[in-house]
Nanobody
């Protein structure tokens, strides 16, 4: 049974930092590109960051570039999202997702497996 479990969300003031983690089980983790997505109330789910199977290729949405960093440790079957200089507009439920391809894609409906999400709230 495939499971992706996110952790690390919470409430933080604007300008603060959070580090999200996503632990995978039931899959050959290194076979999957991984992505982070987010969804705010009343908005569509949007791509935040993606990382290739090896970690050698990384992609970011323009809205988070320079502030967020995605990384992965295949031996731990975990992907991370370090979020710095957080803004109120970053408030959303954050999801990790696994895609059985080499290079991560930006369309949420391409992904095979999803975590349950973790809430990130940034106060002004």
């Amino acid at each position: 049974q495939v499971q992706l479990v996110e952790s690390g969300g919470g409430l933080v003031q604007a300008g603060g930092s959070l580090r999200l983690s996503c632990a995978a089980s039931g899959v050959t983790f290194s076979s999957y590109a991984m992505g982070w997505f987010r969804q705010a109330p009343g908005k569509e789910r949007e791509f935040v960051a993606g990382i290739s199977r090896s970690g050698g290729s990384i992609y970011y949405a323009d809205t988070v570039k320079g502030r967020f960093t995605i990384s992965r440790v295949n031996a731990k079957r975990t992907v991370y999202l370090q979020m710095n200089s957080l803004k109120p507009e970053d408030t959303a439920v954050y999801y990790c997702a696994a895609d059985l391809v080499t290079i991560p894609r930006r369309s949420w409906n391409e992904y095979d497996y999803w975590g349950q999400g973790t809430q990130v709230t940034v106060s002004s």
